[in-house]
């Protein structure tokens, strides 16, 4: 689904409202404009203007900004990912994200987080680079979903919402709603009530 310009400046306001949120910070345009220097925001606005520059077959420009975010912040997003609005890095350092992986609102990354096809599954050689009909598949993350640095999530998996995924964590299967995960492999160390609605 192409994503239009007007879908783009709504994705980068909500990602900066839900970063104001999270350091406690007015939202005001003054704000706004000064955390387009900070690094964790200036990676997602320029992953949002290379998904644009994709989909509207502006490919160069999409490059640039996929060369800039790897060449400043070592981290590479895929255009064909879908990451809903409210996506916050807190350092941006070393992520990646793969071709079809879905981010729900509201999730986090600290730092060094890879969401990916599992490195483990080859393609079957009847659907030449469709890790699925193997076993495979790329996660689905819900919403409010926090990864701690160094947190990994490989394969066909869904990991639910408000899951909080520890540091150096390996999630390789789905997750129930409101779990702590920590470990390699993840375990689930305890599981919270959700909020109240």
Known sequence: MRQSYRETRHLIRADIAW?????????TRLTALRLMFHPGVATVVL???QRFFDDHHLRVLGSVCRWLNLVMFTSAYSSRAQIAGGFLVVHAVANYVDDGVVIGPRCVFFSQNSLSRSPF????????????AAG???PLVE??????MGACAH?????????NIGMNTLVDFSTAPCSNLLGVPARVTTQKSAAPE
Do not use: Y
């Open 47 to 49: 992953f949002r203007w």
């Open 143 to 148: 919403n409010d979903v926090v990864f701690g």
């Open 136 to 138: 495979g598949g790329v």
């Open 19 to 27: 970063r104001c949120l999270f350091e406690r910070k007015r939202v």
């Open 121 to 132: 599954i080859e393609p079957s050689p009847g659907a030449p680079g469709d890790a699925v």
């Open 155 to 163: 394969g066909n998996i869904r990991i639910s919402a408000l899951c």
